[in-house]
């Protein structure tokens, strides 16, 4: 995230764990963990994705992507 962010690419966290929201935690799921959420949650970043993306720029973050893994 931090790299592709040095880059120029706004990324983001997505998808929080739904038992993390103030509804879930006053309705008394404040001490659930889920394993594999927890995983997801600090492991998957959201890459941009809206109608002005170009494909100039869907290139860029793919190589940038490839680039990051190679080193």
């Known amino acids: 995230?931090?790299?592709?962010?040095?880059n120029g690419?706004?990324?983001n966290f997505h998808y929080?764990?739904?038992y993390?929201?103030?509804f879930y935690k006053n309705a008394d799921y404040r001490n659930t963990k889920l394993k594999n959420m927890e995983i997801y949650y600090n492991s998957c970043i959201t890459l941009p994705c809206y109608p002005q993306l170009t494909k100039k720029d869907i290139e860029l973050?793919?190589?940038l992507i490839i680039y990051f893994?190679?080193?």
Not at 1 to 6: A, E, G, P, Q, S
Request: zero cysteines.
């Open 16 to 18: 929080p764990a739904v």
């Open 20 to 22: 993390s929201h103030p």
């Open 61 to 63: 973050i793919g190589k």
């Open 9 to 11: 690419i706004g990324v």
């Open 69 to 71: 893994f190679k080193e």
């Open 1 to 6: 995230m931090k790299y592709l962010k040095n």
